[in-house]
């Protein structure tokens, strides 16, 4: 396609049209030739396949979307990794397929060796490529259909229930050296995504323990994002052909890139024909944990690696980027796109709670959580606590109401026996939120349990879980839960994956302030600042506009939640909360159509939603509004202006296969009203030349869509106000 986009603006630049125009018919062109197959709005409908060429030598994945092919023999070689898209070649060089260190020697799984030029592979090589006999090397191979990573069970209103589907490919290994050591490389083809995701896992058939040092499970030598003279390994841009994302990420930013503890871009020295003169370009990738594993794998064990999943990218465009990933999740995580719509309660007693679950069923809410600060305690585990909240629940369960807690892990001291150990200064402090327990403790543990009981006793539906930990390593050997530093990040995050798996699977939802997503967790912030919540109300909704833009770039808007206080939340006065509510129900509604419009939950935190009938109406009135069009609502954003408190701001949803296919919100914050005509982009709607658009209930108006997919949509917005309208 690339070509014919390249011949296309050869020809009007020859005929003398101005850039400008150039730029616009060019983007017109590639748009118009590919919208019919672009995956990202028309469903793919070519099922993943895996099969070995002529000549048996290679085995190829392929989904449509992408192909990536191996060399069978005389080891395991990945020789082609191409987008089917853009047709561009990711490799250039082969690479093991991956690296472990066993009892302090390293090894490589897979590859071939023998490639002289490094910047660019030719098939005609492969045949000269030998072998390394200290190497693990294939001995077999397996294709199954790709089985369901999480056993997920869905009781919410959701986006998408459906597991995803493909193939799994799972390549046996052996090494003569390390006798009964049994490694697996597993490779699992998604189906209508450019996505492929890679594991390893060994098992322990030897009569001794091993020791796992290290385990690098993605080599890959790619090509470079660009060509330097000069210039340090940070300094330069790594290549954006491909994103990885793994289930091994911490950081409590909100964010996966901030996050992310696995993606390692080296040099590649082999490469002596790159132009940078120290050998600094970054165009060599490994997928790794930087602490561990560290662990004993004892006879009959098994282990898994981090599992990474490589997706394609096709466009530098930050839009496109963005709405790549968040396919990715609804097809590979679709626990993410539940969202239940729920209010946080500030509870003293019983009574309060029976209260609010009856204010929920009354306004059409379908979830109560029980937030910080409330008078319930997850991890009294005593029968009359226990007795006690299986009542709250089964009274929610009556009314249609879905309930939750709130649990705290993190930030707070337990005891010098139970709290990480610094291996800095061999005490308890100096943990990233200064003091905090082991998950491998006695502590740590029995919070598991605790919280695994509370949970089977109760009935109870969603875990609001303030923690567990970012990252923190221990260094005391008395924790029953790893045997020392060495293994005390992965041994923490492996309690850690396994509760948060029972829970995912017992239908429990999770809102979880890390990036948890890969291991059953539903939500995490936006990303905010918590003292904004305290200004004046008007700040407050420019500021959560602007947390709402920012955060969903990579994110569904299930995948976040914002927050209202109805009360004194820190500080501020009068001017920050909207108690009374029947006092302030115009910024009531509008912070909620903010939220709600945005198809983002929030934490609506106070002891009630209404005060009366007429704040009833006003919450119902919005809530209804939402379930009408909420499956458009919670389709992915178009980002069309950040608020700026200067002029109009807003954002677009879009979804090809709904009836509805686009919703578009605006706010204008300034005193003035603001009439204009605005430029809508509809190429992700997947209209091709008409659409009709309607404000609000209001009959529609037909557009024609120019050349670049966009209309010219005039809109008037009252002073201080917001509007909406339906793109069908």
Same mark, same amino acid.
């Given at each position: 396609?690339?070509?014919?986009?390249?011949?296309?603006?050869?020809?009007?630049?020859?005929?003398?049209?101005?850039?400008?125009?150039?730029?616009?018919?060019?983007?017109?062109?590639?748009?118009?030739?590919?919208?019919?197959?672009?995956?990202?709005?028309?469903?793919?409908?070519?099922?993943?396949?895996?099969? !070995?060429?002529?000549?048996?030598?290679?085995?190829?994945?392929?989904?449509?979307?992408?192909?990536?092919?191996?060399?069978?023999?005389?080891?395991?070689?990945?020789?082609?990794?191409?987008?089917?898209?853009?047709?561009?070649?990711?490799?250039?060089?082969?690479?093991?397929?991956?690296?472990? +260190?066993?009892?302090?020697?390293?090894?490589?799984?897979?590859?071939?060796?023998?490639?002289?030029?490094?910047?660019?592979?030719?098939?005609?090589?492969?045949?000269?490529?030998?072998?390394?006999?200290?190497?693990?090397?294939?001995?077999?191979?397996?294709?199954?259909?790709?089985?369901?990573?999480?056993?997920?069970?869905?009781?919410?209103?959701?986006?998408?229930?459906?597991?995803?589907?493909?193939?799994?490919?799972?390549?046996?290994?052996?090494?003569?050296?390390?006798?009964?050591?049994?490694?697996?490389?597993?490779?699992?083809?998604?189906?209508?995504?450019?996505?492929?995701?890679?594991?390893?896992?060994?098992?322990?058939?030897?009569?001794?323990?091993?020791?796992?040092?290290?385990?690098?499970?993605?080599?890959?030598?790619?090509?470079?994002?660009?060509?330097?003279?000069?210039?340090?390994?940070?300094?330069?841009?790594?290549?954006?052909?491909?994103?990885?994302?793994?289930?091994?990420?911490?950081?409590?930013?909100?964010?996966?890139?901030?996050?992310?503890?696995?993606?390692?871009?080296?040099?590649?020295?082999?490469? !002596?024909?790159?132009?940078?003169?120290?050998?600094?370009?970054?165009?060599?990738?490994?997928?790794?944990?930087?602490?561990?594993?560290?662990?004993?794998?004892?006879?009959?064990?098994?282990?898994?690696?981090?599992?990474?999943?490589?997706?394609?990218?096709?466009?530098?465009?930050?839009?496109?980027?963005?709405?790549?990933?968040?396919?990715?999740?609804?097809?590979?995580?679709?626990?993410?796109?539940?969202?239940?719509?729920?209010?946080?309660?500030?509870?003293?007693?019983?009574?309060?709670?029976?209260?609010?679950?009856?204010?929920?069923?009354? !306004?059409?809410?379908?979830?109560?959580?029980?937030?910080?600060?409330?008078?319930?305690?997850?991890?009294?585990?005593?029968?009359?606590?226990?007795?006690?909240?299986?009542?709250?629940?089964?009274?929610?369960?009556?009314?249609?109401?879905?309930?939750?807690?709130?649990?705290?892990?993190?930030?707070?001291?337990?005891?010098?026996?139970?709290?990480?150990?610094?291996?800095?200064?061999?005490?308890?402090?100096?943990?990233?939120?200064?003091?905090?327990?082991?998950?491998?403790?006695?502590?740590?543990?029995?919070?598991?349990?605790?919280?695994?009981?509370?949970?089977?006793?109760?009935?109870?539906?969603?875990?609001?879980?303030?923690?567990?930990?970012?990252?923190?390593?221990?260094?005391?050997?008395?924790?029953?839960?790893?045997?020392?530093?060495?293994?005390?990040?992965?041994?923490? +995050?492996?309690?850690?994956?396994?509760?948060?798996?029972?829970?995912?699977?017992?239908?429990?939802?999770?809102?979880?302030?890390?990036?948890?997503?890969?291991?059953?967790?539903?939500?995490?912030?936006?990303?905010?600042?918590?003292?904004?919540?305290?200004?004046?109300?008007?700040?407050?909704?420019?500021?959560?506009?602007?947390?709402?833009?920012?955060?969903?770039?990579?994110?569904?808007?299930?995948?976040?939640?914002?927050?209202?206080?109805?009360?004194?939340?820190?500080?501020?006065?009068?001017?920050?909360?909207?108690?009374?509510?029947?006092?302030?129900?115009?910024?009531?509604?509008?912070?909620?159509?903010?939220?709600?419009?945005?198809?983002?939950?929030?934490?609506?935190?106070?002891?009630?939603?209404?005060?009366?009938?007429?704040?009833?109406?006003?919450?119902?009135?919005?809530?209804?509004?939402?379930?009408?069009?909420?499956?458009?609502?919670?389709?992915?954003?178009?980002?069309?202006?950040?608020?700026?408190?200067?002029?109009?701001?807003?954002?677009?949803?879009?979804?090809?296969?709904?009836?509805?296919?686009?919703?578009?919100?605006?706010?204008?914050?300034?005193?003035?009203?603001?009439?204009?005509?605005?430029?809508?982009?509809?190429?992700?709607?997947?209209?091709?030349?008409?659409?009709?658009?309607?404000?609000?209930?209001?009959?529609?108006?037909?557009?024609?869509?120019?050349?670049?997919?966009?209309?010219?949509?005039?809109?008037?917005?009252?002073?201080?106000?917001?509007?909406?309208?339906?793109?069908?």
């Amino acid at each position: 396609m690339c070509r014919y986009i390249f011949f296309f603006a050869f020809c009007f630049l020859k005929s003398g049209v101005s850039n400008g125009q150039n730029v616009a018919l060019i983007r017109s062109f590639s748009q118009e030739t590919s919208i019919k197959a672009d995956w990202l709005v028309t469903p793919v409908l070519k099922k993943a396949k895996v099969y !070995t060429n002529g000549d048996k030598k290679d085995i190829v994945l392929d989904n449509g979307l992408l192909q990536r092919r191996f060399r069978l023999s005389p080891n395991l070689a990945c020789t082609e990794y191409k987008n089917m898209t853009t047709g561009q070649q990711l490799i250039r060089s082969v690479k093991p397929e991956a690296r472990v +260190m066993i009892d302090g020697k390293s090894y490589n799984v897979g590859g071939l060796y023998g490639q002289k030029e490094q910047a660019y592979l030719l098939p005609e090589w492969i045949d000269g490529l030998a072998a390394n006999e200290n190497d693990f090397s294939i001995v077999k191979y397996e294709v199954t259909d790709l089985p369901p990573f999480l056993n997920a069970n869905q009781g919410f209103w959701a986006t998408n229930k459906k597991p995803a589907t493909g193939k799994m490919v799972r390549f046996y290994f052996e090494n003569p050296s390390l006798k009964g050591i049994e490694l697996i490389v597993h490779y699992e083809l998604y189906e209508g995504i450019p996505v492929i995701a890679k594991w390893l896992s060994i098992k322990n058939n030897s009569k001794s323990a091993i020791k796992l040092n290290q385990v690098v499970n993605e080599i890959l030598g790619l090509v470079e994002e660009e060509s330097a003279v000069v210039g340090a390994l940070d300094q330069m841009q790594k290549p954006a052909c491909i994103y990885f994302e793994s289930d091994y990420a911490f950081n409590n930013a909100m964010r996966y890139n901030l996050s992310d503890q696995t993606t390692h871009w080296k040099a590649d020295r082999l490469y !002596t024909s790159q132009v940078n003169y120290n050998y600094q370009t970054p165009c060599l990738v490994e997928i790794y944990p930087e602490y561990g594993p560290g662990i004993e794998l004892n006879p009959g064990e098994n282990f898994r690696s981090v599992r990474t999943f490589e997706l394609l990218m096709d466009s530098y465009d930050r839009q496109r980027r963005g709405m790549a990933i968040q396919k990715m999740y609804r097809t590979i995580a679709p626990w993410t796109t539940a969202n239940p719509i729920f209010m946080h309660l500030v509870s003293k007693n019983d009574g309060e709670v029976y209260q609010a679950v009856y204010q929920c069923a009354a !306004t059409g809410y379908e979830a109560l959580i029980l937030s910080f600060g409330s008078h319930i305690n997850m991890e009294d585990n005593s029968s009359q606590n226990l007795k006690r909240c299986k009542a709250l629940a089964d009274y929610a369960h009556t009314k249609g109401i879905k309930i939750g807690c709130y649990s705290l892990f993190s930030s707070r001291k337990i005891s010098e026996e139970d709290d990480v150990t610094n291996p800095l200064t061999g005490k308890t402090g100096g943990a990233f939120f200064g003091n905090a327990p082991c998950f491998g403790s006695k502590w740590g543990l029995a919070y598991r349990d605790k919280i695994k009981q509370f949970f089977t006793e109760t009935g109870f539906d969603i875990w609001e879980n303030d923690g567990p930990y970012p990252g923190d390593r221990c260094a005391s050997v008395k924790h029953p839960g790893h045997k020392g530093l060495d293994d005390s990040q992965w041994q923490q +995050m492996q309690i850690q994956k396994e509760l948060y798996h029972w829970l995912n699977q017992k239908g429990v939802y999770i809102n979880a302030p890390d990036w948890y997503f890969l291991d059953g967790t539903n939500k995490i912030g936006l990303g905010y600042r918590e003292w904004n919540f305290s200004l004046p109300r008007d700040q407050q909704k420019i500021l959560n506009r602007q947390n709402i833009f920012d955060g969903t770039w990579d994110k569904t808007p299930s995948m976040g939640w914002g927050f209202v206080p109805l009360t004194r939340y820190q500080g501020g006065g009068p001017e920050a909360i909207l108690e009374p509510l029947s006092e302030h129900l115009d910024d009531y509604e509008q912070l909620m159509m903010q939220y709600y419009g945005a198809g983002v939950q929030a934490c609506y935190r106070g002891p009630r939603l209404y005060d009366t009938e007429t704040t009833r109406l006003r919450v119902v009135k919005v809530i209804d509004w939402y379930k009408k069009y909420r499956n458009i609502l919670n389709a992915d954003i178009v980002h069309l202006r950040r608020a700026d408190g200067r002029d109009w701001d807003g954002w677009l949803h879009v979804n090809p296969q709904l009836k509805e296919k686009g919703l578009l919100m605006l706010f204008n914050p300034t005193q003035k009203t603001i009439n204009k005509t605005i430029k809508i982009p509809l190429y992700y709607t997947g209209l091709t030349k008409t659409a009709r658009i309607r404000e609000k209930e209001n009959n529609s108006k037909s557009f024609i869509l120019d050349r670049s997919y966009e209309v010219e949509l005039p809109i008037s917005l009252a002073a201080n106000s917001y509007s909406w309208w339906i793109i069908e």
